[in-house]
């Protein structure tokens, strides 16, 4: 079957321009990539044929599936407009309005083309700002791929240091140890130690950087005491709170700072923004986002990208919003709910260990029972992390696409009959992938 695939065809061609014929390592496969032909309602129909749930979106980035009209339409009615401009178009304007309404910590916002540059850029504005160059992050959270961000996103055992004083670990072999000097790790979800961490860095800290709810550190959500002790500490510190809403914004119509209660000073935003085109935002307050403003003399923070704010993803955006209704958000509740009965009772049934974690539209599997809480206790469940992985290979076989740590995210596109032929294919899926150990 392979051997003759159109997929493997192309494959072969993919290795002779790329590394190992990839370019995303979150879609290698093996023996081979299976390559996408088309998206319709909230499934992909591969170049071979077969159908498959998509059941991750992107990567969280497709909140609607790949059927909204409207998105379709705001994006036929821009290419016939032109696809880009060396000019401002007012459809960045009505994409932050609509932005600045659901995020009242948001009072300015400034675009970029992905979330690893608005991450990157948030650290720049709070360096900026504060005249400071040292930030802190949570060990184990993934923040995109910018050299500091990226610092203990994949610490080990052996590695990572003592939890009451974590290693600053690099992800890419390379980074210059100046770079890693100037991250402080924090563990997550333990207040006094990351308070104690915090206070001990004092008044070298621009920014602490965090997601409330890290899909690589476990997809758990954060402890309100934790929330609080970092909004509170950052505040006496002269430090900036950033709060990481690439993925998170899709919690809520006021994003997750609206459902945690977080009061953040800057905001970084991304893929559901963007209405399937590529996209990254920065958002906060005036005075803070002022580090931008050209009309002011030179910025302190300088800042163009041939395709930020290109007018493709503002409209697809604005389209995207406007589908991401109360309603749709009550529908996405009740598709997570469906799914947590059901995939409780599929445990139960094939006698196996597991628990799923997060919230609203995200979530992500865990084979395993114990007690999650933070990165360190994810990546110490057993031998979870590469059960999910068979797991998900057989959940690919099986007509169901997840990401090989488990993760989830479910779409407006869907249906109570689709998350039943999720939990099916689980249900078939679970016990090949423990037969394959």
């Not at 979106?57 to 609607?64: D, K, Q, R």
């Not at 993934?142 to 003592?162: F, I, V």
């Not at 140890?177 to 790790?185: E, F, I, M, P, R």
């Not at 469940?381 to 992985?389: E, I, L, M, Q, S």
Request: hydrophobic share 40%.
């Amino acid at each position: 079957m392979f051997e003759t695939s159109k997929s493997a065809t192309l494959y072969d061609r993919a290795k002779k321009v790329m590394p190992g014929g990839n370019t995303r390592h979150t879609v290698f496969r093996q023996p081979h990539q299976v390559y996408a032909l088309r998206g319709h309602g909230c499934r992909i129909t591969d170049i071979d044929g077969d159908d498959r749930i998509d059941a991750v979106g992107n990567f969280t980035a497709l909140i609607h599936g790949y059927g909204s009209e409207r998105i379709r339409e705001a994006a036929r009615r821009q290419i016939d407009a032109g696809p880009c401009f060396g000019m401002a178009t007012e459809g960045e304007i009505r994409l932050s309005e609509m932005l600045c309404e659901r995020l009242p910590s948001v009072e300015l916002l400034r675009y970029t083309n992905s979330g690893t540059e608005a991450v990157m850029n948030a650290i720049k504005v709070a360096r900026a700002f504060t005249g400071r160059s040292r930030f802190a992050k949570c060990e184990g959270a993934y923040h995109g791929t910018y050299d500091p961000a990226e610092t203990s996103q994949e610490a080990r055992p052996e590695s990572w240091g003592e939890i009451d004083n974590p290693a600053s670990v690099p992800t890419a072999k390379g980074t210059p140890q100046g770079v890693l000097d100037d991250v402080v790790v924090i563990p997550f979800n333990n207040t006094p130690v990351a308070e104690a961490i915090l206070r001990a860095k004092g008044n070298s800290l621009a920014a602490v950087l965090v997601d409330v709810m890290p899909n690589r550190a476990g997809l758990v959500p954060a402890k309100p005491e934790f929330l609080q002790m970092l909004r509170r500490v950052t505040r006496e510190l002269g430090a900036l709170l950033i709060l990481d809403e690439v993925i998170t914004f899709r919690l809520g119509y006021h994003g997750a700072q609206g459902r945690f209660g977080v009061d953040p000073d800057l905001t970084t935003l991304g893929k559901v923004i963007g209405g399937g085109f590529p996209i990254g935002a920065i958002g906060g307050r005036r005075e803070v986002m002022s580090v931008f403003d050209p009309t002011i003399g030179s910025p302190a923070v300088p800042h163009g990208g041939t395709f930020s704010a290109n007018p493709m993803s503002m409209m697809a955006g604005i389209a995207a919003l406007e589908d991401l209704t109360p309603v749709s958000f009550e529908h996405l509740e009740s598709l997570g709910e469906l799914f947590d009965a059901g995939i409780g009772d599929c445990f139960r049934r094939h006698g196996i260990e597991g628990q799923v974690t997060g919230l609203g539209s995200l979530r992500r599997m865990h084979l395993s029972n114990a007690e999650l809480t933070d990165f360190r206790s994810t990546f110490a469940a057993g031998d979870g992390p590469k059960r999910v992985a068979a797991l998900a290979r057989s959940l690919f076989d099986e007509g169901v696409i997840i990401a090989a740590n488990g993760l989830m995210a479910f779409s407006t596109a869907m249906t109570p009959d689709d998350i039943q032929e999720i939990i099916d294919a689980f249900d078939r899926a679970l016990p090949k992938a423990f037969s394959k150990e």
